[in-house]
């Protein structure tokens, strides 16, 4: 059984367009992250949510939404893609909120997204 | 403000040496502490963290690292490298109540046969 699960796998889509990418995790977390991972390796957090609420939003463009249906989900949906969104994106959970700093987090295999 | 430093964004060493990979942090308040490894193609594993106790932590695939205060350092170790380690390794930090783990740019190591 995966533990986080990300679909789908590769995605490749022309500038305009909107796409949705999908997170599951089946470990009874509590909290949820999308982070963007860009070419230079390089890890940026976008969202959280903790049971179903968001909370932490950094600086992203207002094309980047995301969505949790339940605790066990968080989707992210991306409006007018541009080519500078391109990398690949990842979802991840911890445990309990208030005990995520010391228990590290569950990655997904991550989304790599191409714009064109 | 928390911040992670890791020195050398490229490391190559020879199958059977030592590997160490560096990494410094920033913190105003006793922080936890994780090394991440990154396989291509695949997301981000945990290889061991540091949040309190014993400063030499034991983690998968025989790596190691030691908490060093007085260095603000939490450095990583393997006394012998794998083919199988190449990878790319993260430092991360998070102190307090921090919502969110502070991330190095990462390492990337070679192992060359």
């Known amino acids: 059984d995966t533990a986080v699960s990300q679909t789908p796998k590769y995605l490749v889509t022309q500038m305009g367009n909107d796409k949705s990418i999908k997170c599951e995790q089946n470990?009874?977390?509590?909290?949820m992250y999308w982070y963007k991972q860009d070419s230079k390796k390089f890890l940026k957090i976008m969202f959280s949510?903790?049971?179903?609420?968001?909370?932490i939003n950094e600086t992203v463009p207002n094309r980047f939404s995301p969505k949790s249906p339940d605790k066990a989900h968080l989707n992210l949906h991306i409006n007018s893609l541009e080519l500078g969104d391109s990398a690949v994106y990842f979802c991840a959970s911890s445990q309990a909120w208030a005990e995520q700093g010391a228990r590290g987090y569950t990655f997904g295999s991550g989304t790599r997204l191409t714009v064109v | 403000a928390q911040s992670v430093t890791q020195l050398g964004s490229h490391v190559s060493v020879s199958e059977g040496a030592l590997v160490l990979l560096r990494c410094n942090y920033s913190s105003s308040v006793p922080p936890y502490l994780f090394w991440y490894v990154q396989y291509p193609n695949q997301g981000l594993q945990l290889l061991l963290k540091?949040?309190?106790?014993a400063t030499l932590v034991k983690g998968i695939n025989g790596f190691e690292a030691e908490f060093k205060k007085s260095e603000t350092s939490f450095h990583l170790t393997k006394p012998s490298a794998h083919m199988s380690d190449a990878a790319e390794y993260f430092c991360?930090?998070?102190?307090?109540?921090?919502?969110?783990?502070?991330w190095g740019l990462g390492t990337s190591l070679a192992v060359n046969p």
């Open positions: 991360a930090v998070n102190a307090g109540n921090n919502r969110k783990l502070i």
């Open positions: 949510y903790n049971n179903k609420e968001l909370i």
């Open positions: 540091y949040t309190t106790g």
């Open positions: 470990l009874g977390h509590d909290t």
